[in-house]
């Protein structure tokens, strides 16, 4: 597999069909002088030919899924000449499985592409069928923005949205090798050093494009299995083939490689379902859009409805009778604990006689209907017998039945905070090649791998996301900390600023990190400025308005006994309190933006628990700004445990703070990493930005409180 050559050779994810080896290409040029920060309204020459005639780009990005489309993008606005491969460029951006964006969690990831400046959350407004806010009646920190899509549209207008994207060519093709600068080195255990740096890839038909940077977002396709019953064969989804030489490579590059499965349910024919008797869902009116550029979305008046039915005792009975049909239901391969099949959910939930199906519609312009809930993978005679004892259902024709695929994954820790490999410089990864599950995922990983990639070849500084910053962060941290032992789905649970990380703020947080690194265009960073002008008049027009209880019981709000002052801010955290309530003691606020007023209603009503959680991530950053050398050798330092030295040595954390999240990390082993950075950079303290001098009754407290914290 290693080459006298140097180049690791990589059977890419665009593996062709035909055994012909010669590779025909159809390229897409975007041509445009433009600055490292782009401008929106560059002027676009676009171009198509079979061959760029180029060799050399700053960014090469393999595979054209959600988080390959992000990743191509996040690289070319940093201003990195970026290339993306992928093995058709009629299926970029193709929805492989459920046809919407969103959810609880899943939504604020949306929101905090959108706030770099991603595309996922435009193309979703473009496109969405049905918007909904899920959790409306909880808290805001909880709200889930969700939107059902059309698949056609969304594929249409991401497709063109690339096409027309400065500084980015789009190729099909099919990579063979990856062209690295050295050999690779034998992985040596229990370290992670590096074995390698990148110089590029190389094409089947022998062409070799140089690039220093590569982002590899292959999906479910490294030595992809699909499961129909007891049937099995190579894909990576359906009619698409597998990389099998791909996995081979990596492995043998010493990275670890584990298995996973997921699946997807059959589609059915909407003209076929009886919706006479089930229960409708519609969409909010008015919608909320995904993207923060936007006040409106296209199809608000047009919105399509969903349908909720569910299974029942004889769906159940067919199941458990044809259990022993189905490879795909192995315990030996873990499968999504949160979005599990139908088999898996019987099995797990003996008791329980119904569970909820949503029935989709796909589309304007097509009667498939996807249903929500029941993926699985028995043979296509049971799966039809199955559907037919759904209400509703009883004369359902299925226009493609359920299948399971199981593939490969790489250990997500052996990634950076910059999704980079350890190993291989220059090599990163997004996507289900991590380990995670779901669209908003892979695309969360893949805006951060390519803007990453594209700043690291202009040799500027990286973007990092900590847990305190944003829920990509979160799942960042979780992967390269924790690595993941079934698919990784993001919750608003995995985050312990939840009420500071919502999908209301994510502009406030992101958007100014992401234009001072270079990945945000100018367009978007005055539509913000605007923004945040609004938001800091109205904020300050609501702190200074303070009135006695009297006061605010003339203007109709409850009476307080208690004789305190409030600003017009802290009414807001009272049942019951509207921003509109305000017009009349303070009517300039009806000349602020309805958005920036629901943003500034949120701030009041979490103002007291937001000051709590201020104090707590203030002790996180305190950790999290102690970075942690990556060629540190963890066997000079006294006091660590076999065990955990060789998890340091393997995980190779960033900072104090990850650390500590790695799992079994003891107090003790802790308290010498700390020692260790003292001695050798005197960190400043989070608060006064004072060195710490070690051995001082400051530094004497601090060791006890991060004792305290274990």
């Keep these: ?121 435009r193309i979703s407004d473009l496109a969405g069928v049905q918007f909904r806010i899920l959790n409306r009646s909880k808290g805001p920190a909880v709200h889930g923005p969700r939107a059902q899509i059309d698949r056609k549209l969304y594929k249409k207008h991401m497709q063109k949205v690339l096409h027309e994207y400065p500084n980015l060519t789009i190729m099909a093709g099919s990579v063979s090798d990856i062209v690295l600068a050295s050999d690779i080195l034998p992985p040596t255990p229990g370290q992670s050093s590096i074995q390698g740096e990148i110089k590029g890839i190389k094409l089947e038909s022998g062409e070799v494009i140089h690039a220093p940077k590569v982002v590899i977002t292959t999906g479910t396709f490294l030595r992809g299995e699909i499961h129909i019953g007891l049937e099995c064969y190579p894909a990576g989804r359906i009619n698409e083939e597998a990389s099998i030489g791909l996995s081979d490579s990596l ?8 298995r996973l499965k997921t699946g997807t349910p059959p589609r059915l024919d909407g003209k076929t379902i009886d919706y006479s008797e089930l229960i409708p869902q519609y969409g909010d009116m008015p919608p909320t859009p995904f993207s923060y550029l936007n006040q409106e979305v296209p199809n608000a008046h047009n919105q399509l409805i969903c349908y909720q039915t569910s299974t029942n005792p004889r769906t159940h009975e067919i199941i458990r009778n044809n259990l022993h049909k189905s490879i795909h239901i192995r315990e030996t391969v873990r499968g999504p604990r949160y979005c599990p099949s139908i088999e898996s959910k019987i099995m797990r939930f003996a008791t329980k006689e119904a569970h909820t199906i949503w029935l989709e519609p796909e589309g304007y312009d097509t009667d498939v209907v996807y249903p929500n809930g029941i993926s699985m993978t028995l043979p296509e005679k049971e799966q039809i017998e199955m559907l037919r004892t759904i209400k509703g259902l009883e004369n359902v024709t299925v226009l493609r039945c359920g299948y399971g695929v199981e593939y490969d994954y790489v250990d997500p820790r052996e990634l950076k905070r910059t999704l980079e490999t350890h190993r291989i410089r220059g090599l990163y990864l997004a996507g289900q090649i991590n380990g995670t599950t779901g669209y908003e995922e892979a695309a969360a990983q ?26 990509i962060g979160v799942l960042v941290d979780d992967l390269i900390t924790k690595g993941v032992e079934e698919p990784y789905r993001i919750f608003t649970s995995r985050s312990e600023y939840r009420l500071t990380l919502r999908a209301d703020n994510a502009d406030l947080r992101l958007t100014r990190k992401g234009y001072e690194a270079g990945c945000v265009t100018d367009y978007r960073w005055n539509v913000f400025q605007r923004m945040e002008r609004d938001m800091e008049r109205g904020m300050q027009l609501m702190k200074n308005f303070k009135l006695s209880p009297i006061k605010w019981a003339e203007y109709g709000f409850d009476k307080s006994d208690d004789g305190v002052k409030r600003s017009a801010l802290d009414m807001l955290g009272f049942p019951n309190v509207k921003m509109e309530d305000f017009y009349g003691p303070l009517p300039e606020l009806k000349e602020i933006d309805p958005a920036v007023q629901e943003k500034i209603a949120v701030e009041g009503v979490y103002s007291v628990y937001l000051r709590r959680q201020g104090v707590e991530v203030m002790a996180f950053m305190r950790d999290e700004s102690m970075e942690l050398p990556v060629d540190l050798d963890y066997s000079t330092i006294p006091n660590l445990s ?33 020692k260790y950075i003292q001695k050798t950079k005197r960190p400043a303290t989070t608060i006064t930005g004072e060195a710490v001098r070690p051995g001082s009754r400051k530094d004497r407290l601090r060791q006890r409180m991060l004792a305290k914290e274990f």
């Design 251 to 258: 492995a043998q590059a010493g990275f670890v490689l584990s």
């Design 446 to 471: 893949g805006i951060l791998a390519g803007a990453n990639a594209g700043l690291a070849a202009q040799s500027k500084p990286p973007l990092v996301l900590t847990r305190a910053d944003a829920y």
């Design 1 to 121: 597999m290693f080459s006298a050559s140097r180049r690791l050779v990589l059977v890419g994810h665009c593996a062709t069909r035909s055994p012909c080896r010669n590779v025909f290409f159809s390229t897409v040029r975007c041509q445009t002088r433009v600055p490292s920060r782009v401008s929106e309204h560059s002027r676009i020459w676009s171009q198509h030919s079979r061959h760029t005639g180029q060799t050399s780009y700053d960014v090469i990005v393999v595979g054209g899924g959600h988080a390959g489309s992000e990743a191509c993008a996040a690289a070319a606005r940093t201003g990195a000449k970026t290339l993306l491969l992928t093995q058709k460029l009629e299926t970029i951006g193709e929805m492989s499985c459920n046809p919407s964006f969103g959810g609880v969690g899943k939504g604020v990831l949306i929101r905090e592409i959108d706030a770099l400046d991603g595309l996922c959350g």
């Design 642 to 674: 076999n065990e955990n030295r060789t998890k340091l040595e393997r995980l190779r954390p960033a900072t104090l703070g990850a650390a500590k999240r790695i799992e079994g990390m003891t107090p003790t082993s802790i308290l010498e990493l700390l």
